[in-house]
């Protein structure tokens, strides 16, 4: 007979907070909320989220956090004790990470823009001049 794999063992961690987000399929506030947490402390029961203070609105009436609190408890496969404290200084949110990203991809586009031959022909022999503020990105 074949051996059984054993179960999959799920971690809370400050590295993995963005996949651990992005797989828990919430929707609406507690996706919000969720996405402006991350991680301060796991001990296998009780999870310490730490939040943006971008994100303190979301809290209101502790219901996007109870469905946050559910989700992790279906995601991990157990019980836990969930705490959200608002932090000053914040560490790299998925929301925070997000922006990050897009901004990143924008400054990649404005300069492969700005060397592009096409733009930099066009800027020489019609006088042209590259706006950078009119340049936006189509969401992947």
Not at 34 to 62: I, K, T
Not at 79 to 104: D, F, N, Q
Not at 121 to 130: P, S, Y
């Amino acid at each position: 007979p074949a051996a059984s794999s054993p179960p999959e063992v799920r971690t809370l961690t400050p590295e993995s907070w963005h996949q651990v987000v992005a797989g828990l399929k919430l929707g609406g506030i507690s996706a919000q909320l969720a996405s402006h947490c991350f991680v301060e402390a796991w001990d296998g029961r009780r999870l310490v989220l730490g939040l943006d203070p971008e994100g303190e609105a979301l809290r209101v009436g502790g219901r996007a956090e109870e469905k946050l609190r559910q989700a992790l408890e279906s995601w991990l496969g157990s019980p836990l004790a969930l705490e959200i404290e608002v932090k000053g200084e914040a560490a790299e949110t998925p929301a925070r990470r997000s922006a990050r990203k897009a901004r990143e991809r924008r400054e990649t586009a404005l300069r492969e823009m700005k060397e592009d031959p096409v733009v930099r022909m066009l800027e020489e022999d019609f006088d042209g001049r590259f706006q950078e503020d009119s340049l936006e990105l189509a969401k992947k």
